[in-house]
Protein backbone atom coordinates (compact mmCIF):
# COMPACT_ATOMS: atom_id res chain seq x y z
CA UNK A 1 0.00 0.00 0.00
CA UNK A 2 2.10 2.93 -1.34
CA UNK A 3 5.16 2.40 0.68
CA UNK A 4 4.08 0.76 3.92
CA UNK A 5 3.57 -3.20 4.35
CA UNK A 6 1.50 -5.06 7.00
CA UNK A 7 2.32 -8.42 7.46
CA UNK A 8 0.47 -11.02 8.23
CA UNK A 9 -3.00 -10.04 6.77
CA UNK A 10 -4.45 -12.54 9.32
CA UNK A 11 -2.50 -13.90 12.33
CA UNK A 12 -4.67 -16.46 15.35
CA UNK A 13 -2.99 -16.20 18.70
CA UNK A 14 -3.55 -19.30 21.54
CA UNK A 15 -4.99 -17.93 24.99
CA UNK A 16 -1.37 -17.01 26.43
CA UNK A 17 0.61 -16.74 23.91
CA UNK A 18 2.51 -13.37 22.59
CA UNK A 19 2.49 -12.46 18.36
CA UNK A 20 4.35 -9.90 16.55
CA UNK A 21 2.75 -7.82 14.22
CA UNK A 22 4.85 -6.87 11.60
CA UNK A 23 5.10 -3.01 10.23
CA UNK A 24 7.62 -1.82 7.40
CA UNK A 25 8.14 1.18 5.29
CA UNK A 26 10.51 2.30 2.31
CA UNK A 27 9.20 5.57 2.39
CA UNK A 28 11.65 6.69 4.51
CA UNK A 29 9.21 8.72 6.97
CA UNK A 30 10.00 9.24 10.76
CA UNK A 31 6.96 9.07 12.01
CA UNK A 32 5.35 5.45 12.62
CA UNK A 33 2.12 4.78 14.18
CA UNK A 34 0.07 1.94 15.61
CA UNK A 35 -3.84 1.63 15.59
CA UNK A 36 -6.45 -0.54 16.50
CA UNK A 37 -9.81 -0.75 15.17
CA UNK A 38 -13.32 -2.70 17.08
CA UNK A 39 -16.38 -3.27 15.05
CA UNK A 40 -18.29 -0.35 14.47
CA UNK A 41 -15.45 1.91 16.40
CA UNK A 42 -12.92 4.04 14.97
CA UNK A 43 -9.29 3.78 15.48
CA UNK A 44 -7.79 4.04 18.92
CA UNK A 45 -3.66 4.95 19.09
CA UNK A 46 -1.90 1.89 20.77
CA UNK A 47 1.67 3.32 20.41
CA UNK A 48 3.56 6.14 18.09
CA UNK A 49 6.83 7.02 17.31
CA UNK A 50 8.79 10.00 15.84
CA UNK A 51 12.42 8.76 15.79
CA UNK A 52 14.38 5.42 16.09
CA UNK A 53 14.82 4.08 19.62
CA UNK A 54 12.19 6.28 20.86
CA UNK A 55 8.49 5.77 21.01
CA UNK A 56 5.53 6.83 22.83
CA UNK A 57 2.35 5.42 24.98
CA UNK A 58 -1.30 6.04 22.85
CA UNK A 59 -4.69 5.73 24.63
CA UNK A 60 -4.55 2.08 24.91
CA UNK A 61 -0.84 0.79 25.41
CA UNK A 62 -1.73 -1.69 28.01
CA UNK A 63 -0.93 -4.98 27.09
CA UNK A 64 1.13 -4.13 23.77
CA UNK A 65 5.07 -4.00 23.48
CA UNK A 66 6.90 -2.08 20.44
CA UNK A 67 10.09 -1.65 19.30
CA UNK A 68 11.86 1.22 17.12
CA UNK A 69 15.54 -0.07 16.25
CA UNK A 70 14.85 0.85 12.51
CA UNK A 71 13.29 3.52 10.84
CA UNK A 72 12.06 1.58 8.45
CA UNK A 73 10.03 -0.95 10.60
CA UNK A 74 7.90 -0.85 14.05
CA UNK A 75 6.95 -4.33 15.17
CA UNK A 76 3.83 -3.96 17.80
CA UNK A 77 3.94 -7.14 19.99
CA UNK A 78 0.51 -8.15 21.29
CA UNK A 79 1.81 -9.73 24.81
CA UNK A 80 -0.86 -12.22 26.69
CA UNK A 81 -1.43 -9.59 28.92
CA UNK A 82 -3.49 -7.99 26.45
CA UNK A 83 -7.09 -9.55 27.35
CA UNK A 84 -9.23 -8.44 24.54
CA UNK A 85 -6.65 -8.94 21.70
CA UNK A 86 -9.27 -9.69 18.67
CA UNK A 87 -9.37 -6.42 16.46
CA UNK A 88 -8.28 -5.08 13.22
CA UNK A 89 -4.82 -3.61 13.69
CA UNK A 90 -2.87 -0.48 11.26
CA UNK A 91 0.08 0.98 11.10
CA UNK A 92 -0.25 4.57 9.76
CA UNK A 93 3.57 6.69 9.15
CA UNK A 94 3.74 10.02 8.05
CA UNK A 95 6.78 12.84 7.99
CA UNK A 96 6.04 14.52 11.04
CA UNK A 97 2.61 16.53 10.73
CA UNK A 98 0.10 15.68 8.63
CA UNK A 99 1.36 16.60 4.41
CA UNK A 100 -1.13 17.48 1.86
CA UNK A 101 -1.32 13.80 1.49
CA UNK A 102 -2.63 13.11 5.37
CA UNK A 103 -1.31 9.64 6.73
CA UNK A 104 -0.45 6.44 4.66
CA UNK A 105 -1.91 3.43 6.58
CA UNK A 106 -0.87 -0.29 5.84
CA UNK A 107 -3.35 -2.49 4.87
CA UNK A 108 -4.01 -4.13 8.14
CA UNK A 109 -3.88 -7.32 10.25
CA UNK A 110 -6.77 -9.12 11.49
CA UNK A 111 -5.98 -10.89 14.86
CA UNK A 112 -7.98 -13.03 16.04
CA UNK A 113 -7.58 -15.85 19.22
CA UNK A 114 -8.66 -19.13 19.14
CA UNK B 1 -9.57 9.64 23.42
CA UNK B 2 -11.94 10.58 20.44
CA UNK B 3 -11.30 13.96 19.28
CA UNK B 4 -13.20 13.42 16.38
CA UNK B 5 -16.83 12.86 16.44
CA UNK B 6 -18.70 12.00 12.95
CA UNK B 7 -22.54 12.53 12.18
CA UNK B 8 -24.38 10.46 11.43
CA UNK B 9 -23.02 7.07 12.15
CA UNK B 10 -24.88 5.19 9.37
CA UNK B 11 -25.94 6.78 5.84
CA UNK B 12 -28.44 5.12 3.18
CA UNK B 13 -28.72 6.74 -0.09
CA UNK B 14 -29.52 6.15 -3.52
CA UNK B 15 -26.70 5.78 -6.50
CA UNK B 16 -27.15 9.71 -7.72
CA UNK B 17 -27.92 11.21 -4.38
CA UNK B 18 -25.76 13.36 -2.26
CA UNK B 19 -23.68 12.63 0.66
CA UNK B 20 -22.93 14.44 3.62
CA UNK B 21 -21.41 13.51 6.82
CA UNK B 22 -20.20 15.88 9.04
CA UNK B 23 -17.60 15.63 12.02
CA UNK B 24 -17.40 17.28 15.48
CA UNK B 25 -13.40 17.73 17.23
CA UNK B 26 -12.69 19.26 20.54
CA UNK B 27 -9.53 20.97 20.79
CA UNK B 28 -7.57 23.40 18.10
CA UNK B 29 -6.37 21.77 15.08
CA UNK B 30 -3.43 22.03 12.61
CA UNK B 31 -5.36 20.56 9.90
CA UNK B 32 -8.53 18.30 9.37
CA UNK B 33 -8.28 15.22 7.41
CA UNK B 34 -11.17 12.97 5.78
CA UNK B 35 -10.12 9.29 4.93
CA UNK B 36 -11.86 6.29 3.51
CA UNK B 37 -11.59 2.54 4.23
CA UNK B 38 -13.10 0.01 2.66
CA UNK B 39 -14.12 -2.91 4.51
CA UNK B 40 -11.64 -4.77 5.87
CA UNK B 41 -9.48 -2.04 3.85
CA UNK B 42 -6.35 0.22 5.49
CA UNK B 43 -7.65 4.18 5.35
CA UNK B 44 -7.28 6.00 2.35
CA UNK B 45 -6.71 9.38 2.31
CA UNK B 46 -9.27 11.58 0.60
CA UNK B 47 -8.37 15.17 1.29
CA UNK B 48 -7.08 17.23 4.24
CA UNK B 49 -8.23 20.97 4.73
CA UNK B 50 -5.83 23.57 7.14
CA UNK B 51 -6.79 25.57 9.97
CA UNK B 52 -7.19 28.88 8.10
CA UNK B 53 -8.84 26.99 5.01
CA UNK B 54 -12.98 27.36 5.06
CA UNK B 55 -13.48 25.11 2.21
CA UNK B 56 -11.58 22.77 -0.28
CA UNK B 57 -12.70 20.81 -3.54
CA UNK B 58 -11.44 17.38 -5.04
CA UNK B 59 -13.52 15.63 -7.60
CA UNK B 60 -16.89 15.32 -6.42
CA UNK B 61 -15.49 16.02 -2.66
CA UNK B 62 -16.50 19.16 -1.18
CA UNK B 63 -14.48 19.90 2.94
CA UNK B 64 -16.02 22.44 4.60
CA UNK B 65 -14.29 23.77 7.99
CA UNK B 66 -15.65 26.07 10.83
CA UNK B 67 -13.19 26.45 13.53
CA UNK B 68 -15.57 28.15 15.50
CA UNK B 69 -18.10 25.72 15.85
CA UNK B 70 -14.77 23.14 15.79
CA UNK B 71 -16.57 21.54 13.15
CA UNK B 72 -16.25 20.12 9.20
CA UNK B 73 -18.30 18.45 7.04
CA UNK B 74 -17.51 16.42 3.89
CA UNK B 75 -20.05 16.24 0.72
CA UNK B 76 -20.02 13.78 -1.80
CA UNK B 77 -22.00 14.68 -4.90
CA UNK B 78 -23.56 12.11 -7.51
CA UNK B 79 -22.54 9.53 -5.41
CA UNK B 80 -21.73 5.91 -6.99
CA UNK B 81 -22.34 2.39 -5.79
CA UNK B 82 -18.49 2.62 -5.45
CA UNK B 83 -18.57 5.06 -2.65
CA UNK B 84 -19.96 2.84 -0.28
CA UNK B 85 -17.39 2.40 2.71
CA UNK B 86 -16.74 4.21 6.41
CA UNK B 87 -15.74 7.98 6.06
CA UNK B 88 -13.41 9.08 9.10
CA UNK B 89 -11.89 11.83 10.08
CA UNK B 90 -9.21 13.11 11.81
CA UNK B 91 -8.06 15.93 13.17
CA UNK B 92 -3.61 16.48 13.64
CA UNK B 93 -3.45 17.74 17.07
CA UNK B 94 0.05 18.84 18.86
CA UNK B 95 0.86 16.67 21.98
CA UNK B 96 3.98 17.83 23.11
CA UNK B 97 6.17 18.20 20.76
CA UNK B 98 4.74 15.94 18.08
CA UNK B 99 1.49 15.73 16.02
CA UNK B 100 -0.71 13.02 16.26
CA UNK B 101 -3.92 11.90 14.40
CA UNK B 102 -6.58 11.43 16.21
CA UNK B 103 -9.66 9.69 14.48
CA UNK B 104 -13.60 9.67 15.05
CA UNK B 105 -15.87 6.41 15.25
CA UNK B 106 -16.45 7.08 11.29
CA UNK B 107 -20.11 7.39 9.11
CA UNK B 108 -20.85 4.22 7.46
CA UNK B 109 -22.05 5.10 4.08
CA UNK B 110 -24.06 2.45 1.96
CA UNK B 111 -25.00 3.51 -1.67
CA UNK B 112 -27.72 1.57 -3.45
CA UNK B 113 -27.36 1.09 -6.90
Known amino acids: DGGITQSPKYLFRKEGQNVTLSCEQNLNHDAMYWYRQDPGQGLRLIYY???????QKGDIAEGYSVSREKKESFPLTVTSAQKNPTAFYLCAISRGAAGPYGYTFGSGTRLTVV | SQQGEEDPQALSIQEGENATMNCSYKTSINNLQWYRQNSGRGLVHLIL?????REKHSGRLRVTLDTSKKSSSLLITASRAADTASYFC?????????????FGRGTSLIVHP
Open chain 2, 49 to 53: IRSNE
Open chain 2, 90 to 102: ATDARTGGSYIPT
Open chain 1, 49 to 55: SQIVNDF
